[in-house]
């Protein structure tokens, strides 16, 4: 089941610094279940931030379309299960040594953290809602 967000909902969210998106985030992912990303023939789509090569991630489908447009207009967002993030994603980024851009918007890249952070962080989340 996909969740829906509101206009007003998106508006929120767009409007928080990053950290505060980083926190909604490890929330959101934690409840839904999924992560986005932009993919394109080639496989994801990356952004340099902070020196280094990152995956942008987001919580919801409208968010990561959002970014469809301009050089990035033949992405599409795709959702990845979280258990499948956790599994495979995160050792195949490290492996990779790529780094993850937490909701990023126009200003710049959010929070930028290395994937077993992120995979604690969203463990520590679900394992506190159980």
Same mark, same amino acid.
């Given at each position: 089941? &996909?969740?829906?967000? *509101? ?9 928080? /610094?990053? !950290? ?8 959101? %992912? ?10 394109? !023939? ?5 952004? *340099?931030? &902070? ?10 489908? !409208?968010?990561? !379309? ?20 956790? /599994? ?7 492996? /990779? /040594?790529?780094?993850?851009? %937490? ?9 930028? %953290?290395?994937?077993?952070?992120? *995979? ?6 679900? *394992?506190?809602?159980?």
């Amino acid at each position: 089941m &996909e969740y829906q967000l *509101s206009t007003e909902e998106l508006s929120r969210i767009v409007a928080l /610094d990053a !950290e505060q998106r980083y926190d909604y985030f490890i929330q959101a %992912v934690a409840d839904l279940e999924e992560i986005w990303i932009l993919t394109d !023939e080639e496989g994801f789509v990356l952004v *340099s931030a &902070e020196e280094e090569r990152c995956i942008p991630v987001w919580p919801h489908a !409208e968010l990561a !379309e959002q970014w469809i447009e301009g050089e990035w207009q033949h992405c599409t967002a795709k959702a990845i299960d979280v258990k499948t993030w956790l /599994d495979k994603w995160t050792s195949g980024l490290i492996g /990779d /040594d790529l780094a993850i851009a %937490v909701l990023p918007d126009a200003d710049g890249p959010g929070v930028v %953290v290395m994937p077993d952070e992120l *995979s604690e962080t969203l463990i520590d989340e679900m *394992s506190d809602d159980a």
